[in-house]
């Protein structure tokens, strides 16, 4: 069968981003098992050829209205598929969907009938609060760092902005390309609406979020925008840790250094 991305090298492009980033999360060790997700929105790479492709599922209910996705289209990692595999297969472990126009359903279209994660509602619902804002990101992602995660089993570190603040303090970069901070997430059921709901309200404030106890869910615009962000804050993260394992509490530059980082480089906080 031929494959939606033959001749269509933009949305290739990005496909292999997403398949290029599930490689670097399984090297790292974020992605056990079928652990984490990718939705990418693909509409702007999407032609008349494509509209017009039957559909190969049956229509199957988002859960809830999304206004704004409208005749959007998504890439999706599969549900019960391993990172390891769609680094290798991007379109046998993830497919491609089109919202439908009441804006509460999809069908898959390409390249196979591949369900889509199960936490599919819940980044839909992140896109399409991102395009009601005016957002021109593209990638919502949802994986689980290690020592980022550690750090959420302690009570002190989730306390606003603690940890956004330590981890800036780590090394000038992070607060220059994680310049929105890290958001914390209380401990809610994964999958559920309660967590979807708690996480859109804190992208206002932010593009990465840890989910207490369970990971890092962070949007950008494009996957590898959001894994850089991602992966920014786990090296800060494993600097901290380090120097506790030397057996020393990390000096972290002033706050004097942060606002000079803040000036010279103009960021939003
Ligand atoms: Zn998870």
Redesign the pocket.
Known sequence: MKSILENRPALTNEVNKAAEVAGYLWQKGWAERN???IVVNITEFVDDEIRALAPISEVKAIGTVLPYLKGCYFYCKGTNKRMRDLARWPMEHGSVIRILDDCASYVIIADQPVQPTS?LPSHLCMHNYLISKGSTYKASL???PIELIAMTHHEPFLKKDVLTNLLWSMIPETKAFCPRGLGIIPYAL?SSVALAEATIKELDDYDVVM?EK??ACAVGEDIMDAFDQIDVLSKSAQIYINARNMGFVPDGMSQEQMREMTTAFNLPK
């Open positions: 652990g984490g997700n936490e949802h994986t689980h994964p989910w369970h990971g």
